[in-house]
């Protein structure tokens, strides 16, 4: 089945500062990545995705890019604000499964 | 937040004990997914639903089974509980893509359910 790797598990930045979290697949199938976020104790919510037949897409502050090639995935955060703290979950998924697989999250941290 | 609620918010049990959460969605919408949330793991698929009465297992789906008899209702079932299904339980709901090829459905969570089982 389809295994996603997501880095780093942690990251803490400066309030204005770029933010990037990595993931990789393995099933060549998945066609469909979104990025979740998750404040404490609320449900997670989509931000931004991504299908095979794109290579970027941007929303604002926000932004995601694929290599199908490599297998993996980036998360982009520009202008970092102090709300952007939560953790973040990328995930892939493909018609044929039907289901998302997810990375394990990375909790951000934006310092004031 | 996509019309979908879960309930109870919060249950503590205890061991043995049979446990049923219930999923509840208002768009009508075709799949259903269950999740546990755990630290460390992210959310991992227990089962998933593609319409009334089809079923399917997840990754981690032995102790759980799942049953639903309406669109708008998908209901987890914990047979016999045990202390490691202590976790947070989200439900999912989904839309079929509209972009291009890939047609694989954007997911929307519900509130979850804390389940402390002793």
């Known amino acids: 089945g389809e295994n996603v790797e997501q880095h780093p598990s942690t990251l803490s930045v400066q309030e204005g500062d770029s933010a990037v979290i990595k993931c990789t697949y393995s099933d060549s199938a998945s066609n469909y990545f979104p990025w979740y976020k998750q404040e404490l104790g609320k449900r997670p919510q989509l931000i931004i995705d991504?299908?095979?037949?794109?290579g970027e897409k941007k929303d604002q502050r926000i932004a995601v890019t694929l290599n199908k090639t490599a297998k993996h995935f980036s998360l982009h955060i520009t202008e970092t604000q102090p709300e952007d703290s939560a953790v973040y979950f990328c995930a892939a998924g493909d018609t044929g499964r039907r289901a998302l697989t997810f990375g394990s999250g990375t909790r951000l941290q934006v310092q004031p | 937040d996509a019309g979908i609620t879960q309930s109870p918010r919060h249950k503590v049990t205890e061991t043995g004990t049979p446990v049923t959460l219930r999923c509840h969605q208002t768009e009508n919408h075709r799949y259903m997914y269950w999740y546990r949330q755990d630290p460390g793991h992210g959310l991992r698929l227990i089962h998933y639903s593609y319409g009334v009465k089809d079923t399917d297992k997840g990754e981690v789906s032995d102790g759980y089974s799942v049953s639903r008899s309406k669109t708008e209702d998908f209901l987890l079932t914990l047979e016999s509980a045990t202390s490691s299904q202590t976790s947070v339980y989200f439900c999912?709901?989904?839309?079929?893509?509209?972009?291009?090829?890939?047609?694989?459905?954007?997911?929307?969570f519900g509130p979850g359910t804390r389940l402390t089982v002793l």
């Open positions: 999912a709901i989904s839309e079929q893509g509209t972009s291009g090829r890939a047609l694989t459905d954007t997911q929307y």
């Open positions: 991504i299908r095979s037949n794109v």
